[in-house]
C-alpha cells in the first residue's frame, strides 16, 4: 500500500508509513533516537517528546485520501511512533475515530448555536478517551518486543490496558490507587488483568510505580512507554478537525488530569498546521477541573509558569491528579492559545452529568460532568459568541461510575396491577424532571 512497504526488502520488517524520526527533551531539547528505551531526558529529568518529518508526512498523507484510510486509531499513521506494522497489527483496529456530535439541545441551554462534542465516552475498546494513548503504549510494547505490561490508573488507564493487553494477547498488571470506582477495578479483573490496589492517592501511587519499573523493567504504559502514550491524544485533535470539514474549531474545551490529553492537542493542532491540513492557530484551549483537584487551572489562572501541586479531595476520581506530570505543557498550549480554565465543585460535577445526559442523551462520568460544568461556567463569562464552534470533549463514560451517582427518584416496588400502575404513573409524572434539576443546580 505504501511507498515503504514496497522497498521493504523480503524478510524485513513491514513498516508503517509513521515518519517519526526522533525523541526530543521537552525542557533542553537533547535528542535521542527513536529506538532509545528513555523516557525522562537523562540530564535534565523532563518528559520526551516524538519528533516527525512533516514534510514527508505531508507528501505521505497526500498519497492516500481520507476516505481510502481506516476509520479507527491509525487514520493518520504517519503522525503516530509507531514504526513496526505487526506491532500496530496486534494492537488491532478498534481505538479512536469517536463521533462528533452536533449537541443541539445542549447547545440551546447554554446559549451556544455551534456546539459539538467528541464523544469519546464511546470510545472503543473501554469506553474512554485513555483507549488512544494506551493504544499506543501497548504498541511500543510490541515493538520492544516485550509481553508484560504494567500501569498506575485514576481508573480508565487501568481498563484500557486490561482490554488492550487481552487483545494483544500480552500480560497486565494494574496498580490503582485505594479510593477509585470499583466498578473500574472489577472491570480491569473481569478483563483478565491482574489488578492490585495500593494505599494511598494516585501522586504515591506513580511514585511506586516509577520505582517499581526501574527494580524489575517492566514497562508502564504511562510511565515508561510516556513519550509514546502521550502522542495516542492528538488524535483526538485530528479527527476533530477533520470531522468539521477541516475548519478548525474556535474553542476546544476538555478536562485535565496529569495534562497529556490538553497539551497533546496543542500538538496535534500544531502539526495540521505544519502539514498544511488546517488553519488551527485561531483554536483555543479551554480546561476543566474539579474544585477539589485544580492545580492546573489555578496556575493559568494566576498566570504562573508551574504547578503547585495539591492533595485531590474530590468526586472525579479520574481526574484525581494532585501533581501532573505535563501539567507546565498545559499552561504553555493554554497560554499560547488564548484559552483558560474554569473548575467545578462536585454538586456543579453531577449537574453537569445531568445536563447532558438530559439534553443529549449521553451518559458520562465526572470527568465529563466537570467539563460541561465548565463549558457553562465559560459561557456565562462571556468567553465565546453565540456562533462560535466550540467543541467539548466527553473524555469518559458514565457505566463505569453509576455507583457514585447521587441516586435519583425511583419508584417503588408496586403491585403488577392496572390501578397501581396508574397512580405510579401519575406520580412520576409529577415528580421533578433531570433537566429542571441540573438547571436549578447550575444556574440557580
Ligand atoms: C485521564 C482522563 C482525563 C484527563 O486526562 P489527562 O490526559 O491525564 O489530562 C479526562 N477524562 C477522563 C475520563 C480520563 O480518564
Ligand atoms: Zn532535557
Redesign the pocket.
Known amino acids: 500500500m505504501s511507498t515503504q512497504t514496497a522497498q521493504t526488502p523480503p524478510g524485513a520488517r513491514q513498516r508503517t508509513r509513521s515518519c517519526a524520526t526522533g525523541l526530543v527533551c521537552h525542557r533542553c531539547g537533547n535528542r535521542y533516537p527513536l529506538q532509545d528505551s528513555v523516557f525522562a531526558c537523562p540530564d535534565c529529568g523532563k518528559g520526551l517528546d516524538v519528533v516527525y518529518d512533516y514534510e514527508l508526512a505531508a507528501r505521505y498523507f497526500e498519497e492516500v485520501p481520507s476516505s481510502e484510510r481506516p476509520r479507527n486509531i491509525w487514520h493518520f499513521e504517519e503522525l503516530l511512533p509507531i514504526v513496526d506494522a505487526s506491532a500496530q497489527a496486534r494492537v488491532g483496529l478498534h481505538a479512536g475515530y469517536t463521533p462528533l456530535i452536533k449537541a443541539d439541545r445542549l447547545g440551546a441551554e447554554l446559549g451556544l448555536s455551534n456546539l459539538y462534542l467528541k464523544d469519546d465516552s464511546t470510545c472503543r475498546p473501554s469506553l ?3 483507549d488512544r494513548v494506551v493504544s499506543m503504549s501497548v504498541a511500543r510494547l510490541l515493538e520492544r518486543g516485550k509481553e508484560e505490561i504494567g500501569c498506575v490508573s ?4 487501568g481498563t484500557a490496558v486490561a482490554a488492550l493487553a487481552a487483545k494483544a494477547g500480552v500480560d497486565a498488571y494494574v496498580f490503582y490507587p485505594n479510593r477509585l470506582e470499583d466498578m473500574k477495578a472489577r472491570a480491569c479483573a473481569a478483563l483478565g488483568a491482574k489488578v492490585c490496589q495500593v494505599e494511598g492517592n494516585y501522586d504515591e501511587a506513580n511514585r511506586r510505580c516509577r520505582e517499581l519499573a526501574e527494580a524489575t523493567g517492566m514497562d508502564f504504559a504511562n510511565i515508561t512507554l510516556r513519550p509514546f502514550y502521550a502522542e495516542g ?1 492528538k488524535t483526538a485533535a485530528f479527527e476533530i478537525v477533520e470531522q468539521l470539514e477541516w475548519r478548525a474549531p474556535d474553542h476546544i474545551v476538555t ?8 497539551s497533546r492537542l496543542h500538538k496535534g493542532l500544531g502539526e495540521l498546521q505544519l502539514m498544511g491540513l488546517s488553519e488551527t492557530e485561531q483554536t483555543r484551549i479551554h480546561i476543566a477541573q474539579p474544585s477539589g483537584c485544580n492545580p492546573i487551572a489555578t496556575a493559568i489562572l494566576a498566570e504562573e509558569a508551574e504547578v503547585h501541586p495539591v492533595t485531590p479531595e474530590t468526586a472525579a476520581h ?2 484525581a ?1 494532585g501533581a ?1 506530570g505535563d501539567g507546565y505543557l498545559v499552561i504553555d498550549a493554554v497560554l499560547k492559545r488564548g484559552g483558560t480554565a474554569g473548575f467545578a465543585s462536585d454538586p456543579e460535577i453531577f449537574a453537569g452529568i445531568d445536563l447532558l445526559a438530559s439534553t443529549e442523551g449521553i451518559l458520562t ?1 465526572p ?2 460532568g466537570t467539563t460541561v460544568a465548565v463549558l457553562e461556567k465559560l459561557v456565562a463569562a462571556g468567553r465565546f459568541a453565540p456562533d462560535d464552534t466550540v467543541v467539548a470533549i466527553i ?2 463514560n458514565g457505566l463505569k461510575t453509576l455507583d457514585d451517582h447521587p441516586p435519583k427518584p425511583w419508584p417503588a416496588k408496586i403491585e403488577c396491577e392496572l390501578d397501581a400502575m396508574l397512580t405510579a404513573l401519575n406520580e412520576l409524572k409529577s415528580a421533578g424532571s433531570l433537566i429542571d434539576q441540573a438547571r436549578a443546580q447550575l444556574h440557580p
Not at 485514576?154 to 488507564?157: P, S
Not at 478536562?255 to 490538553?262: D, F
Open positions: 474512554s478517551y485513555k485514576t481508573g480508565n488507564v491524544a478536562a485535565a488530569a496529569g495534562g497529556t490529553l490538553s479520574s481526574l491528579i501532573p462520568e470527568a465529563g473524555t469518559g
